[in-house]
Nanobody, 119 residues
Framework: QVQLVESGGGLVQPGGSLRLSCAAS????????MGWYRQAPGKQRELVAT???????EYADFVKGRFTISRNNAKNTVYLQMNSLKPEDTAVYYC?????????????WGQGTQVTVSS
């Protein structure tokens, strides 16, 4: 099993910054991609960014260069640096990990951290 714990959310003014962290624990040896998703009340969960074990990154178009995903392998932690935040970025942000083995793929989710952008 893999456990994911997010932290770093909070209240920030428009144009401000936040840094989210996702700490992974458990059987993490076969995780090959991790990412961040977000979900606002009454809306569908959407992809924000992903990073592979080879540190290849992908971003949703709405990020438009404002967010950066990174990882620290020594700490088993993935980060999301969010700059120039907008009110529409308000959502619960979820950490995601995909485990790949010869026989199966398995997805894991954190419990989420609230990000609120408001003046």
């Amino acid at each position: 099993q893999v456990q994911l714990v997010e932290s770093g959310g909070g209240l920030v003014q428009p144009g401000g910054s936040l840094r989210l962290s996702c700490a992974a624990s458990g059987s993490i040896f076969n995780i090959y991609v991790m990412g961040w998703y977000r979900q606002a009340p009454g809306k569908q969960r959407e992809l924000v960014a992903t990073i592979t074990s080879g540190v290849i990154t992908e971003y949703a178009d709405f990020v438009k260069g404002r967010f950066t995903i990174s990882r620290n392998n020594a700490k088993n932690t993935v980060y999301l640096q969010m700059n120039s935040l907008k009110p529409e970025d308000t959502a619960v942000y979820y950490c995601h990990a995909r485990e790949r083995t010869r026989l199966d793929n398995r997805d894991y989710w954190g419990q989420g951290t609230q990000v609120t952008v408001s003046s």
